[in-house]
């Protein structure tokens, strides 16, 4: 389940223009669709997404892989997985805050955005900073 650059961009692109277009036509109050449905393009390259990571992490645990051979490290893999459901849940909260499901605050929606953020810049300070010391 290997994809060329231009099919994963294109995949990307695909997938944004239809959320755009869905999330405009809401907007513009010409589609009383529920906020559910507009999401519905995020959640399906989301869900590809996951599926490939989920392969990939499940491929070092096949008989005779060698974690020397150039690959990710696991922990990096995992923090994307991470981060991944971090997405997830901050577009189910904003979707229910939207559609009026729950009466939470705006500022805790946002709490699995702002720690995938976080995650983020601690991420890119690593990989910055850090110094190999073989």
């Not at 389940?1 to 099919?7: D, H």
Request: with cysteine; net charge positive.
């Amino acid at each position: 389940m290997r994809m060329s650059l231009a099919q994963r961009v294109l995949l990307t692109w695909l997938f944004t223009l239809l959320f755009l277009i869905m999330l405009v036509l809401k907007l513009d109050e010409k589609a009383p669709w529920n906020w559910f449905l507009i999401f519905i393009p995020v959640w399906i390259f989301d869900t590809i997404l996951l599926v490939m990571l989920i392969v990939k992490m499940a491929g070092r645990c096949k008989s005779g892989f060698d974690p020397r051979n150039g690959s990710q490290n696991m922990k990096k893999k995992v923090w994307y997985l991470i981060a991944m459901l971090l997405k997830l849940a901050f577009c189910l909260a904003l979707c229910a805050k939207l559609q009026r499901f729950t009466a939470i605050k705006l500022a805790y929606v946002f709490i699995p955005l702002w720690a995938l953020l976080l995650g983020g810049m601690v991420e890119l300070g690593y990989n910055i900073f850090y110094v190999r010391r073989d």
